[in-house]
């Protein structure tokens, strides 16, 4: 069965661009949904946007503008970018699959401070 | 955006009673194509990822017990714990994939009395 494993640093600073990879594991990216969801501390759930598996992607409007989502196929990986970070993207990120998202990464927290 | 906004906050049951939480969207998630519900609920325990439990509104995940149901139409959905167990305390979500961006309810804390 499929397995995503997130990764990346877990310290940004302010301003720069987070950047982040999910690893899938048991079946290929060369179908379904890949989001990226977020969950600052304590808090709830916010979706982040997706890729679909012929590269198109979504983005949620409150960061589309901060947000680059990228498949690479021969990796079997999603990426994620977020630039011009603030401490407000301080969270936990996970990625997941399909819309009803079946499948999620265990998460990687990333904080960002000086 | 879709609102969804979830009822109770927080609520503590005994064990082995019934739990009910609650889900509002602020418009239809119908899927016209197949007349479904694009809305899914998920269970998240401390330090762990969310679980899908339920998806197109009352369509239970492989291997969640079967005392966990879904059901609602319209804009109401509702999740329900027919018997509460010690291993079902956790934050609980809803989140519809009708449209983007996705969104989810702000969770439902359960607890044991």
């Known amino acids: 069965q499929v397995q995503l494993q997130e990764s990346g640093p877990g310290l940004v600073r302010p301003s720069e661009t987070l950047s982040l990879t999910c690893t899938v594991s048991g079946g290929s990216i060369s179908t379904y949904y890949w989001s990226w969801i977020r969950q600052p501390p304590g808090r709830g759930l916010e979706w982040i946007g997706y890729i679909f598996y012929t590269g198109s992607t979504n983005y949620n409007p409150s960061l589309e503008s901060r947000v680059t989502i990228s498949l690479d196929t021969s990796k079997n990986q999603i990426s994620l970018k977020l630039s011009s970070v603030t401490a407000a993207d301080t969270a936990v990120y996970y990625c997941?699959?399909?819309?009803?998202?079946?499948?999620w990464g265990k998460g990687t927290t990333v904080t960002v401070s000086s | 955006d879709i609102v969804m906004t979830q009822s109770p906050d927080s609520l503590a049951v005994s064990l082995g009673e019934r739990v009910t939480v609650n889900c509002k969207s602020s418009q239809r998630v119908l899927d016209s194509s197949n007349n479904k519900n694009r809305l899914a609920w998920f269970q998240q325990k401390p330090g762990q990822p969310p679980k899908l439990l339920i998806y197109w509104a009352s369509t239970r995940e492989s291997g969640v017990p079967d005392r966990f149901s879904g059901s609602g139409s319209g804009t109401d959905f509702t999740l329900t714990i027919s018997s509460l167990q010690a291993e079902d305390v956790a934050v609980y979500y809803c989140?519809?994939?009708?449209?983007?961006?996705?969104?989810f309810g702000q969770g439902t804390k359960l607890e044991i009395k």
């Open positions: 997941t699959k399909r819309g009803y998202m079946d499948v």
């Open positions: 989140q519809q994939y009708y449209s983007t961006p996705y969104t």
